[in-house]
């Protein structure tokens, strides 16, 4: 008996994208192109493996799957239960943990959700939280708030008081922040930065939140691949509940994962579980979850230590090259996979370098370093290695990168002559319209970043001849 020809109206359920929509499928191609042309430094991106995306774009995305394993609201979960028990499994592994002490859920659909999903287990509304400040390189939703306004969810149902790093250093405050919870007395305390160069003292944290009887999370999103290769400080020690994004330096797709520690509270797991569905999400995205799955194998492998000492071995040679230019980085350098570079010293702000850098094939950007008032006119960028090591570059690579960007600056320099003044509008009018050096040199920057770029493999791409670039 053979399968019946699809209806007339169903025939475009079996055309590939390019038949179907070449317009997403030009999208993408040009994207492609962008991505392999040009230098990926967003501290908080990196570029997931083939499996990954083939896992990510899988017929998983066809079914719901509301509940747990062995506990869903519909039928036909079967093989998605034998996936999120595998995901649970390898993310334990991934990170070294006990099944008996430690428990994961994997449903979360990025890093918001699961931070307001671990709020929501942890807290009751209108509780009292800490964590580091956005300016000082705390995240959005570890509540943050501004003078004029509640900014996320974090501080519109919960009592924020950000801790700071220390003006003169750039390092936590540890003291200052054991004060402030002293006054304050938060029912959680948040470690965790998205602009925080240096590793974390999560004993110290932990005694602090002991002193208030608060719980310690940590959402260690930037940093879990450098937590799981054993290159940083372990918050598992320590913590109540760890949250983290899976596509930073874990180089997973876009997901977010929520460990709780089941021997402190015995109830934690059932809270947790309930906070992310019903409470905050519904149905998981199971396409994701199987990438999640796929990239957690791959962290497990031995091969991954050596990409994440890779990746911190990168961000030290980029800072030691920018130091060499004398520029002022926060706390001097680095420990992890990003340096946060302060560009008020030399007259710029983040929104100059990260416009210029754009216009050459150059993304990164702008970020507030400590003592900025606004974040929306920030003072200084933050750079990552995450991306250019999984594009395997090495440190004599970090050498080039860091004189791209000391060639930014000097760009910077002439247009700010040409536009003469310091307002954002006419400078970019200038490094985007106008017909002097300033012009010419992003254009000559471009090649060169260009040149460099496309002698690097791009993951997921087994042959970058195929990558064409865009028609104009
Ligand atoms: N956008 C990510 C970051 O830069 O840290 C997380 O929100």
Redesign the pocket.
């Known amino acids: 008996m053979s399968i019946p020809v699809p209806q007339d109206f169903n025939k475009v359920l079996y055309q590939t994208l390019a038949e179907a929509d070449p317009e997403v499928q030009q999208i993408i191609d040009n994207e492609t192109y962008r991505q392999f042309s040009g230098l990926e430094l967003i ?2 991106e990196n570029l997931t493996s083939l499996a990954t995306m083939q896992a990510n774009g899988s017929i998983l995305t066809n079914k719901y799957s509301e509940g747990l394993p062995g506990a869903r609201y519909y039928g036909g979960n079967e093989y998605v239960d034998q996936l999120e028990r595998l995901t649970q499994k390898r993310a334990l592994e991934a990170f070294d943990l006990d099944p008996n002490v430690w428990g994961v859920n994997v449903q979360p659909y990025s ?1 918001s959700t699961a931070n307001f999903a671990a709020f929501t287990a942890l807290i009751q509304p209108q509780d009292r939280v800490m964590g580091l400040g956005l300016p000082d390189g705390g ?2 939703t570890h509540g943050y708030y501004t003078a004029k306004k509640k900014i996320t969810a974090s501080s519109i149902y919960f009592q924020s008081l950000p801790y700071q790093v220390k003006k003169d250093t750039g390092y936590i405050d540890y003291e200052l922040l054991r004060t402030n919870a002293n006054l304050f007395k938060p029912r959680l305390l948040v470690c965790g930065g ?1 602009a925080y160069p240096r590793d974390w003292d999560y004993k110290l944290l932990y005694e602090i939140a002991q002193s208030q009887g608060a719980y310690l999370l940590c959402d260690m ?2 940093v879990s691949g450098l937590v799981a290769a054993k290159e940083l400080n372990n918050p598992f020690e320590y913590c109540d509940v760890v949250t983290t994004t899976t596509h930073k330096t874990l180089r997973g797709p876009r997901a977010g994962l929520i460990f709780f520690r089941k021997d402190r509270e015995s109830d934690i797991e059932a809270r947790v579980n309930a906070a992310v569905f019903p409470a905050c999400q519904g149905g998981p995205h199971n396409n994701t979850i199987a990438g999640v799955a796929v990239a957690l194998k791959q962290v497990i492998d031995p091969a991954f230590k050596q990409y994440a000492a890779q990746v911190r071995a990168n961000a030290q040679a980029l800072a030691k090259k920018l130091g060499s230019y004398n520029y002022h980085l926060q706390t001097e350098g680095t420990e992890n996979h990003l340096i946060l570079w302060d560009l008020r010293p030399i007259g710029l702000t983040g929104s100059k370098i990260e416009k210029i850098c754009e216009l050459a094939h150059i993304t990164l950007n702008k970020n507030a370093v400590s003592g900025d008032t606004s974040a929306v006119v920030p003072g200084g960028i933050r750079i990552g290695t995450g991306a250019l090591t999984s594009r395997s570059m090495y440190e004599k690579d970090m050498e080039v990168v860091g004189e791209f960007l000391h060639r930014a600056v000097e760009i910077a320099g002439v247009l700010q002559k040409e536009a003469g003044s310091k307002l954002l509008k006419d400078f970019v009018a200038k490094a985007t319209t106008g017909d002097g050096e300033g012009r010419k040199l992003i254009e000559q920057l471009k090649a060169d970043v260009k040149d460099f770029a496309t002698k690097f493999p791009l993951p997921g791409v087994p042959d970058t001849s195929v990558i064409k670039a865009p028609a104009n």
């Open positions: 501290a908080s890093g995240h959005l998205s999103a930037h």
